[in-house]
């Protein structure tokens, strides 16, 4: 019988061993074998990518750039990791760069990280191939395995002014250097700037209205920004939400602390609302960031995981069932259930069949998606989810949502924002 994805997991270190004749020799050495990003001058690698030089650049460095992660590899091998680490990482730099293009590039970053630049793939066809990659590698390290997707990939989000030295490059050697010290630069930068932003932000509450009981039991948690004494909520295009997944991971922390603050003042007694936090995919399906955000949901009372609800925005088309069971493990005790933010077209229920996804959530759309949405309801229903539209801000769009059959409704429509969470309450019909 395979074992639980909760349970630790071994490999023997002979393993990365087998079928092993001659040792790899240092790619430093000339007579060593030929890295891929060291084959070809640079003027040759970018002619895919643009017809002038910095046109090619621009390209490249705005394009299809995929970070390869280890994290969870690190989580589910911690106690054999030390004597299998060396192993993993050079069968993982082997097989990527197999796998590559002639006109792609390999970029290893740290331990454990590695970028992927793919010539001429749009960002949505590199993810999809990255993720491929990615989990025929988990089956090349460790073979056919239950819930194996253990590699995380993630978009690199770079502007050409983030890199120095760009008329400087001469060789592949040149471009790599450059995009490993870029990606370390805007890291650094997002949290310095993130830094400086975090004491202004907080977040505010607004109810959401249960259509079939007319009661208010659950609050939806909003971000927003502290300036001279006004809250202003921070817009969808800010970026700590549309950034790179590190910056949206720690807006993700921050929000969570500051709700785990309102949920400590509810105190031990008394009826408590249920609190609807949202948390990006990536934040979970990353382990680090995932072992973060667990430390402080335990950190909140133990009445917490009867009450919190976490909302699953940004999650990828073609995620397994075992993937999100892999994620959910390590915080499904943690809170009452999960729910998904959606687009209204989207299909994939088999993908949360017997999980705690309790729920499928829309955000506020349009009078062109109703049509969609109407269908999602009958969909949900059919997969027995409740359907909750959030952020509804026109009255001929909550008519459409009660007519629809949406089980909880919130926006601006219905209720002003404040600093606690509303207490359960009926309304009069």
């Known amino acids: 019988m395979p074992k639980s994805l909760d349970q630790p997991k071994t490999v023997s270190p002979d393993y990365f061993d087998q079928g092993r004749t001659v040792e790899s020799t240092p790619a430093t050495k000339k007579s060593g074998p030929v890295d891929h990003y060291e084959i070809g001058e640079a003027g040759h690698f970018l002619k895919p990518y643009g017809r002038t030089y910095r046109d090619a650049l621009q390209n490249l460095i705005t394009g299809s750039i995929q970070i390869v992660g280890l994290d969870d590899v690190k989580a589910q091998y911690a106690d054999q990791w030390e004597s299998i680490e060396k192993s993993v990482l050079r069968i993982t730099e082997a097989f990527l760069t197999r796998r590559l293009g002639k006109q792609d590039v390999y970029v290893p970053l740290d331990a454990g990280h590695f970028a992927l630049l793919f010539a001429g793939l749009s960002r949505e066809e590199a993810v999809v191939q990255s993720r491929e990659i990615a989990s025929d590698l988990v089956n090349k390290l460790f073979g056919e395995m239950p819930g194996g997707e253990l590699i995380s990939v993630e978009a690199a989000m770079l502007e050409i002014e983030d890199f120095d030295g760009l008329d400087r490059i001469e060789s592949l050697d040149d471009l790599i250097t450059c995009f490993r010290t870029a990606i370390e630069k805007t890291q650094d930068t997002e949290t310095r700037e993130f830094q400086k932003r975090r004491q202004k932000i907080s977040v505010r509450f607004r109810p959401f209205i249960n259509r079939r009981k007319s009661f208010v039991g659950m609050n939806e948690v909003l971000a927003y920004n502290l300036t001279d004494s006004e809250a202003k ?18 807006m993700d922390f921050l929000v969570l602390r500051e709700v785990g603050k309102a949920i400590e003042d509810l105190g031990d007694i008394g009826n408590k609302p249920t609190i609807f936090v949202s948390v990006h995919f990536e934040t979970l399906a990353n382990a680090f960031c995932r072992g973060k955000y667990a430390r402080i949901l335990s950190a909140l009372p133990t009445y917490t995981c009867r009450h919190l609800v976490l909302n699953i925005q940004g999650t990828v088309t073609g995620t397994p069932n075992s993937r999100y069971r892999q994620i959910f493990t390590s915080i499904r005790s943690l809170v009452l259930g999960f729910t998904f933010e959606v687009n209204p077209d989207w299909k994939e229920f088999d993908a949360v069949r017997d999980l705690p996804v309790h729920g499928i959530t829309v955000a506020e759309q349009g009078q062109q998606t109703l049509s969609e949405i109407s269908d999602l309801v009958l969909r949900a229903k059919q997969n027995k989810k409740k359907v ?4 509804l801000g026109d009255d001929s769009l909550v008519r459409a949502a009660f ?13 002003t924002i ?12």
Do not use: C, H, M
């Not at 909520?233 to 720690?250: K, M, Q, Y």
């Not at 007519?403 to 209720?415: C, E, I, L, R, W």
């Not at 404040?418 to 019909?429: A, D, G, H, L, Y």
């Open 233 to 250: 909520p921070l817009t969808s295009d800010d970026p700590v939400f549309n950034g790179s997944p590190r910056l949206r991971a720690e």
């Open 388 to 391: 909750i539209w959030r952020s």
């Open 403 to 415: 007519n629809a059959g949406v089980d909880y409704v919130s926006g601006p429509v219905f209720s």
């Open 418 to 429: 404040q600093p606690t969470p509303f207490k359960p309450f009926s309304i009069k019909r």
